[in-house]
């Protein structure tokens, strides 16, 4: 089994990643089943909700950059991948 494996690619246009194996996306299931009923606290106390989405938002981000590739801005055409 690879160590190293890359569950993020960069994103074809623009700058961010993109879910590329089964891992990743369970990651982005994992931030959506989480970011859905803190959305529905914010109705009763808005900066709980607030607190809760900037935690699992930086947690994604966190996880996105350790386990995908190295982030760039990228206009599309061939990727460079290494």
Known sequence: MKKNKIWFVNKTYGYGWTPATWEGWLVIFLWLI?????????????????IGIF????????????????????????????
């Open 34 to 50: 989480l970011f859905i009923p803190l959305t529905l606290t914010m109705e009763h106390n808005w900066i709980l909700g607030l």
């Open 55 to 82: 935690f699992i938002t930086s947690l994604l981000i966190y996880v996105s950059y350790k386990k995908g590739e190295k982030p760039r801005w990228q206009w599309g055409g061939k990727r460079d991948i290494k």
